[in-house]
């Protein structure tokens, strides 16, 4: 059972609590691929949605996704206070595929980060969006330092990450001629992307399949409501 949730302050309406005639048409639309429209998709000619999710950044984006496509007759909205959606974290990091070899074995870290990039090529190449498998050498160049890289290829083998191989000076060389080791993981799986395209082409997917994305619109204020009448999850 999920109550309907509330607009509370946002930049689009001064007023505290929901918007009884629904919400303004233009309060900014986000630059480049896709244009989320403020009160865009099924939601906009209501006051209040099933779930809000506060934040337009590439986490908030993802589950918006995933909640919308799982749960299609849900009316889902995403807030966010900036004009564009993916502006601030999401927009500036260095935009690294993570293979998975570093982390714990059978931690959900280390699931989560190996199926994770296979689905994010999966993702970007059904979409177009561009991206580069470059590959990194992890590179050991004193001798006490082999042990522990030996011991780092065996934990991404048990990682599942694909494609590792322990490779010698001269391969190191041929590889990358400025990079100097005496022992080097090849961990060809690495990659790069533009992280605010993949998360404006959640947004895409995510008004498409109904779902509302309101720009220029900050919470400032959230309060306990009454549920609204109980139904079920998936009910229409």
Not at 187 to 199: E, F, K, L, N, S
């Amino acid at each position: 059972m999920v109550p309907a949730l509330r607009y509370l302050v946002g930049a689009c309406g001064r007023a505290r609590g929901g918007f009884a005639g629904g919400f303004p048409g233009a309060c900014g639309s986000a630059s480049g691929r896709p244009r989320p429209l403020c009160g865009g998709g099924r939601s906009a000619s209501t006051s209040s949605f099933d779930i809000v999710i506060v934040g337009g950044g590439i986490v908030g984006l993802a589950s918006a996704r995933a909640l919308i496509l799982r749960h299609p007759s849900l009316s889902i909205g995403v807030l966010e206070k900036e004009k564009d959606l993916a502006v601030h974290q999401t927009g500036h990091n260095s935009g690294v595929i993570h293979s998975g070899i570093y982390y714990k074995p059978e931690s959900l870290k280390a699931k989560l980060c190996v199926q994770g990039a296979a689905l994010l090529y999966e993702y970007c190449q059904q979409k177009g969006i561009s991206y580069k498998r470059c590959g990194k050498l992890i590179v050991a160049v004193e001798q006490e330092e082999i042990p522990r890289l030996q011991a780092l290829y065996e934990r991404g083998l048990q990682n599942g990450v694909q494609g590792l191989r322990l490779i010698q000076q001269e391969d190191i060389k041929k590889k990358e001629p400025y990079c100097r080791g005496l022992m080097a993981i090849d961990c060809p799986h690495t990659g790069i992307v533009d992280y605010r395209q993949v998360a404006l082409s959640f947004a895409q997917d995510f008004q498409e399949a109904g779902g509302s994305v309101l720009t220029n619109f900050e919470v400032k204020d959230i309060e306990m409501a009454k549920e609204s009448p109980s139904r079920s999850i998936d009910a229409e």
